[in-house]
């Protein structure tokens, strides 16, 4: 169980020992990273990058993989199944300084299974430890870690196997997503796997699976004796969760937000969005407005508002959107 000041080291990054943030394809961008940094979150990791992409194309890298001095410690992930590609493209990511490089052997969807990588790499077990080795060669004193899942299908649960594998390679820690591939993300997470995980490698192991508040954290820590917890999905519109955990393990009072609170960081949320993104506030819109409906989440009347978020073109109609939101929610007695 974790404690107050407790920190795990990875390579020579030391993190706090509260959650970090799950690498999120899609989701989790510059500005959500921000977010979730700026309400504790103890790490964070940039959206999956193609090893064989980079080294083909610089047109997204630099967008991908610049890490913000309010980012640090970060980690910038990579997907591929081809050692040389891998290498090569460590290389490329070296130059933006991440804390820790991270290798995804997780994701679950198609089109990333299907050239190999990913999720597939845990039926291919010794090729997942070359790939893993040629990053590690590559990476010098970046640590390298590794992202996996609980294995393929539920007769093929090789996580321990896989994870040995990977230490051997010179893995500095293995993240674990209690699900088989073929869950994607239905069912539940089962904490057993990341247990055994631990039991069967030295190097840190983080936990991840269905963690959406401090109560889900401290049983994933109860349960796996992992040493680090991991927030994917648990973050969604919620980037108060991390506080909520830090809070716990630095002994201070947690005041959950009220739905003006929760409002104005979805509005903050937005501005950052529009602050970053190099396209037209139109289209910078079209990308905030699933964070928008994530706020909205668990109150009365949500649906409809969340259907509504879908339709955002404006700031101004965002800000419209979440007053009229508010007035709803007080009107209803809720604060």
Not at 17 to 29: E, H
Not at 235 to 248: K, L, Q
């Amino acid at each position: 169980m974790a404690a107050m000041n407790d920190t795990v080291l990875i390579g020579k990054v030391k993190l706090f020992k509260t959650a970090a943030l799950a690498p999120m394809a899609g989701v989790a961008d510059r500005a959500y990273r921000l977010m979730c940094k700026k309400y504790g979150a103890a790490y964070v990791v940039s959206e999956m990058v193609s090893a064989k992409g980079i080294c083909y194309s610089d047109r997204k890298t630099a967008e991908l993989c610049t890490i913000t001095e309010p980012e640090r410690p970060m980690g910038i992930q990579l997907f591929g199944n081809e050692p040389e590609f891998m290498a090569k493209a460590v290389e490329i990511v070296k130059r933006f300084e991440p804390d820790i490089i991270d290798i995804n052997m997780g994701c679950p969807v198609p089109k990333v299974v299907g050239t190999g990588a990913g999720s597939a790499l845990m039926k291919e077990v010794s090729l997942a430890a070359k790939v893993c080795e040629s990053a590690v060669k590559a990476a010098g004193d970046i640590p390298v870690t590794v992202k996996i899942r609980s294995g393929w299908s539920a007769d093929c649960i090789n996580a321990p196997e896989m994870a040995e594998a990977l230490e051997a390679a010179g893995a500095a820690a293995i993240a674990v997503h209690g699900r088989t591939r073929d869950q994607f993300y239905s069912g539940e997470s089962d904490s057993s796997v990341i247990r055994e995980v631990k039991r069967a490698v030295s190097v840190p192991v983080i936990g991840n699976g269905d963690v959406k508040d401090l109560g889900t954290c401290l049983k994933m820590y109860e349960e796996t004796d992992c040493d680090m917890v991991m927030i994917g999905r648990g973050s969604y519109g919620n980037p108060f969760v991390f506080d909520e955990i830090a809070s716990h393990f630095s002994g201070r009072e947690y005041t959950p937000p009220g739905v003006a609170e929760k409002m104005a960081v979805m509005l903050e949320h937005i501005r950052l969005i529009l602050e970053i993104s190099e396209k037209s506030e139109e289209l910078a819109m079209h990308e905030a407005r699933k964070h928008a409906a994530w706020y909205m989440n668990g109150y009365y009347g949500s649906a409809k508002f969340r259907g509504r978020c879908y339709q955002l073109s404006s700031y101004a109609e965002a800000e419209a959107l979440a007053a009229e939101f508010t007035e709803l929610q007080n009107s209803r007695g809720i604060v």
